[in-house]
Structures are given as structure tokens and as C-alpha cells.
């Protein structure tokens, strides 16, 4: 596969960890959602791909994130 930015070749898969927060300042309270995905990071330019796990799509899409973390 090659680099979506740049056409390289050259990406490596790594494990990543995020937090992720709900923007806003009525969102501040709201925990933020953890997410472990998969990592394709382009080793020439540094551009990262990943996708989401279907249930932390669903956290982020319904705002209530209260448990996630795992």
C-alpha cells in the first residue's frame, strides 16, 4: 500500500494509544474516549493512518463516553 500523502512505499505498522476529547467548552465535562488502534505511519513524510473499532465510533458519535477505556 502506498502512502496516501506522499506515494511512498516506505510505512510501518505500529500499536497506538489516544485519547480522544469532545471539543467545546459544554463538553468539558465528559470523559475522554481511549482508543488502542492500528497505526500505518509513512516512514519519508510522517503521515499517520488508523481506524476505529466500530464501539468506539459509537461512543464518539453518541457522546457518552462513561466506561470507555476498557
Known sequence: ???KSCG???QKPFNGEMAIH???LENLDKPVVWVFP???ICMDCGTAEFALPEAD???LATGKAAGAGR
Do not use: I, Q, Y
Request: glycine content about 6%; overall charge positive.
Open 1 to 3: 500500500m502506498l502512502c
Open 8 to 10: 511512498s512505499d516506505n
Open 22 to 24: 469532545f471539543t467545546g
Open 38 to 40: 492500528k497505526l500505518l
Open 57 to 59: 465510533l459509537r461512543l
